[in-house]
């Protein structure tokens, strides 16, 4: 699920985990996510890790003032549908993040947001496998007339750890 909940079960080896993270800082959120291996993770999940950072990719390289919620949300959604997985990416592309973690403007399937310089979002797309495993790479970016500014610096390359 794009959100868990804790519980009791413990993290085992050759797993994949989703570490979601933000603080507040002068009263402003931010909102951060990466995904961590713990050991060697089968075939079909380090696909799933590269097709949501091949997707997450594409999408940062089109966010740019002008650049419409929907618009911006198919384009990871594409890359991740043709690959057999459209049905697995739940939730929209992003959102905005300022004075709340979650405000708009919104990029998902339904925005009728633009994107405006100044505007700072999240990209991160997400595959989850029922049963199996989840996947989320999330930036926050400053949208810029003619890019954006990605204000992340956590590596995006799977990492293991323990």
């Known amino acids: 699920l794009p959100h868990a909940e804790a ?53 940062l390289e089109s966010v740019r003032a002008g650049a419409g919620g929907k618009a911006l949300d198919a384009v990871a959604r594409e890359l991740i549908a043709a690959a057999g997985h459209g049905d697995e990416f739940g939730h929209g592309l992003g959102h905005g993040v300022g004075i709340e973690v979650h405000e708009a403007p919104r990029l998902g399937k339904t925005s009728e947001d633009e994107l405006v310089a100044g505007d700072v979002v999240t990209v991160e797309p997400g595959v989850y496998v029922r049963g199996r495993f989840g996947v989320r790479i999330e930036d926050l970016v400053s949208v810029q007339d003619d890019g954006c500014r990605n204000l992340a610096s956590h590596p995006k390359e799977l990492e293991v750890v323990g």
């Open 7 to 59: 519980g009791e079960r413990e993290i085992g080896a050759g797993e994949l985990v989703v570490i979601d993270m933000g603080a507040i800082v002068d009263g402003y959120c931010s909102d951060c996510t990466r995904t961590f291996a713990t050991g060697d993770i089968d075939v079909e999940a380090r696909e799933v890790y590269e097709l949501v950072l091949e997707a997450q990719t594409a999408a």
